[in-house]
């Protein structure tokens, strides 16, 4: 395994949820902030490059690629793992690719831990770097 996947998957296994602090209604800082780390824009005009980024990069991770439309722009994956006891934890993503503006691609990640929404940046910004060097190498042919 690499060691972003492990990092990766540390992240979001620690990531905790507090109640209510998604609630998409009651909006304010929290919400700004997570929206910040979910978000990230790419030098790219290539839509179908970073889309084929964000299912290389999902697999890389270990994640199964439930489903993928290249006209909503849309990616989802979802990983279990178990704990030392046999607890079974899910993760899913729902990965969004859009034009930002002539130059760039906006992506956004959100991810849930047992139907719960991850809020650690770290999570996102792991996701991101490992999405970063995909589609580099990608774009530099270097497979």
């Given at each position: 395994?690499?060691?972003?996947?492990?990092?990766?998957?540390?992240?979001?296994?620690?990531?905790?949820?507090?109640?209510?602090?998604?609630?998409?209604?009651?909006?304010?800082?929290?919400?700004?902030?997570?929206?910040?780390?979910?978000?990230?824009?790419?030098?790219?005009t290539d839509r179908n490059r970073v889309m084929?980024?964000?299912?290389?990069?999902?697999?890389?991770?270990?994640?199964?690629?439930?489903?993928?439309?290249?006209?909503?722009?849309?990616?989802?994956?979802?990983?279990?793992?178990?704990?030392?006891?046999?607890?079974?934890?899910?993760?899913?993503?729902?990965?969004?690719?859009?034009?930002?503006?002539?130059?760039?691609?906006?992506?956004?990640?959100?991810?849930?831990?047992?139907?719960?929404?991850?809020?650690?940046?770290?999570?996102?910004?792991?996701?991101?770097?490992?999405?970063?060097?995909?589609?580099?190498?990608?774009?530099?042919?270097?497979?």
């Open positions: 395994m690499t060691r972003a996947w492990v990092v990766f998957l540390v992240a979001f296994l620690a990531a905790c949820a507090k109640p209510g602090a998604g609630d998409v209604l009651s909006g304010g800082e929290s919400m700004l902030k997570l929206r910040s780390a979910q978000t990230r824009a790419f030098e790219t084929r980024g964000v299912v290389a990069t999902l697999q890389d991770l270990g994640f199964m690629v439930t489903g993928a439309d290249a006209a909503l722009g849309t990616v989802s994956g979802r990983k279990f793992t178990a704990d030392s006891a046999g607890q079974i934890y899910e993760l899913r993503v729902t990965v969004t690719v859009r034009p930002r503006d002539e130059r760039q691609m906006l992506v956004r990640a959100n991810a849930e831990f047992n139907n719960k929404p991850v809020e650690d940046p770290a999570a996102y910004q792991n996701f991101f770097n490992a999405l970063g060097r995909s589609i580099f190498l990608a774009a530099n042919q270097a497979d």
